[in-house]
């Protein structure tokens, strides 16, 4: 369907299409009572190559198996699996309860990091394993595969506690290396991940 304005073809499908596959979906995982997710492999054997230079994960109704958890990223360079490298990052967050009394803004000190080499926390507070809880956001890393510059992130993740708070959390940082970053691996820092979808995507031309 195009755009028409005063006889002047303004957008037809083929831009809307242009504009549209500027996000590429690479790979989907979706858990199982998993231990981990791991994007890793592919036809280049790395999850990060220099096609993309920004690359988005969507979380989609990740559900822990446990009470009382927190959701996790790490990553590794080359065919590395230790997931360990130093990360310097902040963290904050709002939140604000069913019964409407109890609300919080402020910084997380107990989720950043200083050059630290743990898996970095990407929602705040305790996640709630009830059925009717589970936690949905995103993260973004700049150009994994740089060889000059450190590599930063961002993420936003919206998650419900076992105390039914509506947790609003934002992190950002950067992984420590000048090595081009080649997987991801994302976990409850414990117990499984029972059920949920991670799906990345590379954006092009940004």
């Known amino acids: 369907m195009a ?20 996000l590429i979906h690479i790979k989907t995982l979706t858990a199982s009572s998993s231990a981990t997710l791991d994007f ?4 280049s054997s790395v999850v990060f190559d220099n096609t993309y230079p920004l690359y988005k994960f969507e979380f989609i109704n990740i559900h822990p198996a446990t009470n009382n958890v927190t959701f996790s990223f790490q990553a590794d360079t080359g065919s590395n699996t230790d997931y360990n490298i130093a990360i310097t990052s902040s963290a904050f967050r709002a939140q604000h309860s069913e019964g409407d009394d109890s609300s919080v803004l402020g910084y997380k000190t107990a989720h950043d990091q200083a050059n630290g080499t743990a898996f970095q926390h990407l929602t705040q507070n305790a996640q709630g394993a009830d059925n009717d809880q589970c936690l949905c956001g995103d993260l973004f890393i700049f150009n994994p595969s740089s060889s000059t510059f450190v590599k930063n992130f961002t993420s936003r993740v919206s998650n419900m506690n076992e105390g039914d708070l509506a947790i609003d959390g934002l992190v950002a ?6 090595t081009a970053l080649t997987r991801v ?7 499984n ?12 031309d940004s």
């Open 3 to 22: 755009i028409i304005s005063n006889a002047v073809t303004m957008a037809d499908a083929g831009a809307f299409s242009v504009g549209l596959g500027s």
């Open 173 to 178: 940082g950067y992984f420590n290396t000048t």
């Open 185 to 191: 691996r994302f976990k409850m820092d414990s117990g």
């Open 40 to 43: 890793v492999g592919g036809a």
């Open 193 to 204: 991940i029972d059920a949920g979808t991670i799906k990345l995507y590379g954006i092009k």
